[in-house]
């Protein structure tokens, strides 16, 4: 796995919660190894290049902190819309 630094980690989802009912959306990792035939994530509009290398954001920790201190309105946070949170490669 490679590692890199991550600018944001938390957003706000733009339609409400009306999309899978989250109101925060974020991911811990960039890429996916799956290759889900239906996955919307790997469509080029969204310019991730090499979208099969998994990248786990290194200052996730402390960038999420950060975020969440300065988060006002409480909400449900969805994690991996595009990538895998439970990613294989942490497996022990
Ligand atoms: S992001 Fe989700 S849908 Fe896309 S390849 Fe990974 S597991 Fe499959």
Known sequence: MKFIKAKSLLSKV?????WYGIDYNMNLYRGCSHR?????????????DNFDIICGKENALYILEQELSKKREKGIVGIGSMSDTYNPLERI
């Open 36 to 48: 889900c035939i239906y996955c919307d994530s790997r469509s080029n509009c969204y310019h991730i």
């Open 14 to 18: 733009k339609y409400g919660n009306e």
